[in-house]
């Protein structure tokens, strides 16, 4: 009876249970593991830019240098068996790996290596600009914030909405630079509409650098002019984006795929939309 029991299929383990259970630490945070080990992790990702900061601080470097080296290589084994982790618990490792922060991943780990490869005093330079690199670890936060996936899409599907504002923008500042660069003229440091240009996409957008001023009263009318539509077009953009963020908030929820990762499906999805697993 009792190997009849224990040879019952239904009673076996799941095959790959290792890998579900690292999934659900590693991308996860509903369970008290896979919290703790998003806080771990962005703690990391914290205190490594902080040393890459303060590495860059010729003074601090001059001191803690060797403190430095050895706090990177750490940092950088740590996000090593990290990013391997993720490949081997997620079903389609390639699919990751070519993803937005699988790419993410690999730019945060990659620099140090590089550093080894490329020995001797003339590659100095080119090394520390490869290390200038790891600062991209600041984006590995964006994977463990709850609304970062709802912002993506909102941006995604503001794109055309954007793109068709920043045309209308851009028509309405060649229109008003050319017609300053005739009101002023070369007299008031106008000298050509390229020029006259750029002084209105400083005023339009109200940075206002102050290097190229009107002296006539019209122009001066009309600069005013511009300054009120600035803050007016100002508002548009984020109006645009926020409005998909509502609607992305009524009809998605991020919903992750163990296969391929993919976050942000529709609420009664079965399926992943991008792989076909099952959710």
């Known amino acids: 009876m009792t190997a009849s029991v224990s040879n019952n299929p239904k009673n076996r383990p799941p095959e790959n249970n290792w890998r579900n259970t690292l999934y659900t630490i590693i991308f996860e945070a509903d369970t008290p593991a896979g919290k703790l080990f998003d806080e771990v992790l962005i703690l990391s990702i ?9 590495d860059s601080v010729s003074s601090f470097a001059a001191i803690y240098g060797d403190l430095f080296y050895t706090l990177e290589w750490i940092f950088t084994i740590l996000f090593t068996v990290e990013y391997f982790l993720r490949l081997i618990c997620v079903g389609r490792p390639i699919r990751y790996a070519t993803s937005f922060f699988g790419i993410i991943d690999l730019l945060a780990i990659l620099p140090t290596y590089l550093g080894l490869l490329l020995p001797g005093g003339r590659y100095l330079v080119v090394i520390r600009g490869l290390r200038l690199l790891r600062v991209f670890r600041v984006l590995k936060l964006a994977q463990y914030m709850g609304e970062a996936d709802l912002l993506i899409r909102a941006l995604r ?25 005739v009101i002023e003229g070369a007299e008031s440091g106008f000298t050509s509409i ?8 400083i005023t339009l957008t109200t940075v206002g650098y102050g290097d190229i001023v009107p002296e006539t009263n019209l122009g001066q009318a009309l600069a005013s002019v511009i300054m009120i539509i600035g803050y007016s077009i100002i508002a548009v953009p984020t109006g645009i984006v926020t409005s998909e963020i509502t609607y992305a908030s009524k009809y998605f929820k991020g919903r992750v795929c163990q296969n391929c990762s993919f976050e942000g499906h529709d609420i009664d999805a079965k399926f992943c939309k991008r792989c076909g697993a099952k959710l």
Do not use: H
């Open 157 to 181: 599907a503001s794109r055309r909405k954007i793109t068709l504002f920043l045309f209308t923008v851009l028509t309405l500042v060649v229109i008003l630079g050319s017609l300053m660069y």
């Open 194 to 201: 390229p020029r006259s240009i750029y002084w209105a996409i």
């Open 46 to 54: 914290l205190l490594s830019i902080i040393v890459v900061m303060l």
